[in-house]
């Protein structure tokens, strides 16, 4: 009996990828934030949806997202830090980020 790898494979990380979802939904993300490089592919989007893509990629807090309603951010990609990461996805937007315990904090550009 023949059985590709592929459909031994699929249902696994179906699996695997459904229950990540749902474990994070039921008990809250388990956030494990470090400055070390990740690899980030995250597309231009709608701010907010990129914000907790990268929340989610990185596990690092993000607080004061709500500023990001109704901004666009740029692409991200590549290997980097969570801070190089946001600090990226950031520019141009008006916002800036501020590192906070264990986490960061999105806060406006102070006018001059």
Do not use: H, W
């Amino acid at each position: 009996m023949r059985t590709s790898i592929a459909r031994l494979v699929t249902p696994t990380l179906t699996v695997m990828v459904t229950g990540i979802g749902a474990n994070a939904s039921a008990q809250g993300l388990q956030y494990d934030c470090r400055n070390e490089p990740v690899v980030i592919a995250i597309p231009g989007d709608r701010l907010d949806r990129a914000l907790n893509q990268l929340r989610l990629t990185t596990r690092c807090p993000i607080s004061g997202t709500k500023l990001a309603k109704g901004k666009r951010s740029k692409p991200v990609v590549g290997t980097m830090v969570p801070q190089q990461a946001l600090q990226a996805m950031l520019d141009g937007t008006g916002l800036q980020m501020r590192s906070i315990k264990d986490g960061f904090e999105i806060v406006r550009v102070p006018r001059n």
